[in-house]
Each structure stands twice: as C-alpha cells, then as structure tokens.
Nanobody
Framework: QVQLVESGGGLVQAGGSLKLSCAASGSIFSINTMGWYRQAPGKQRELVATITTGGTTYYADSVKGRFTISRDNAKNTVYLQMNSLKLEDTAVYYC??????????????WGKGTLVTVSS
C-alpha cells in the first residue's frame, strides 16, 4: 500500500503565505507526476499545480505567479509554496501522486487533504 500525507495547512490572513508538504510512503518503486488539487465548499475539486519527475511544472491560471510547486524525489515529497493568498484560495488541498508500486502497478493515490483558510 501507498500513503500520501499532507501537512502545513492552517489559517492565514489574506496576502500571507503558507507552505504545504505531502510525503508519500509505502510500497513505492517510483512516482511520476505529483500534484496538488483543491476543493472549496460547494465546488468541484480542481487542479492547482503538477510537477513531473524531471521538474516540469503546470499551474492553474488562478495561481500562476503566486504558488510554486516543487518536489524532492529522494524523499518522495512534494511541496506547494503559496504566497499572496486570497480569500478564494480557501479550500481543502489534496495531494496526488501517480505511483508505480514495487509490484510494478501504476496507480493514482490521494492524500486525505489539509484545510487552508484565508481570512480577511
């Protein structure tokens, strides 16, 4: 089994910063794309940012220039540095990883989420 565990969420004022972390553990051979998604109350889950093993990144337009995704392949960990936070960034943030297990199965795994609340 593979587990993804997020940390770093919390309450922050608008304009502030937070850094999320997500560590993957378990029966991992390799992790291809890792990413962050979010779901605000009453809305569908949306893509925030992704990063490949080689470091190629993708950002949703709503976070470009404010958020930075990075990863430490040796630690199977992905990060999301969030700056200039806005009220509309309030959501539960979920970590995602496309994992190849030690049995050579490729599967998508999700963390349980971490809440980010931006206040005025």
């Amino acid at each position: 089994q593979v587990q993804l565990v997020e940390s770093g969420g919390g309450l922050v004022q608008a304009g502030g910063s937070l850094k999320l972390s997500c560590a993957a553990s378990g029966s991992i051979f390799s992790i291809n794309t890792m990413g962050w998604y979010r779901q605000a109350p009453g809305k569908q889950r949306e893509l925030v940012a992704t990063i490949t093993t080689g470091g190629t990144t993708y950002y949703a337009d709503s976070v470009k220039g404010r958020f930075t995704i990075s990863r430490d392949n040796a630690k199977n960990t992905v990060y999301l540095q969030m700056n200039s936070l806005k009220l509309e960034d309030t959501a539960v943030y979920y970590c995602h990883g496309h994992v190849v297990t030690r049995d050579y199965y490729a599967m998508d795994y999700w963390g349980k989420g971490t809440l980010v609340t931006v206040s005025s």
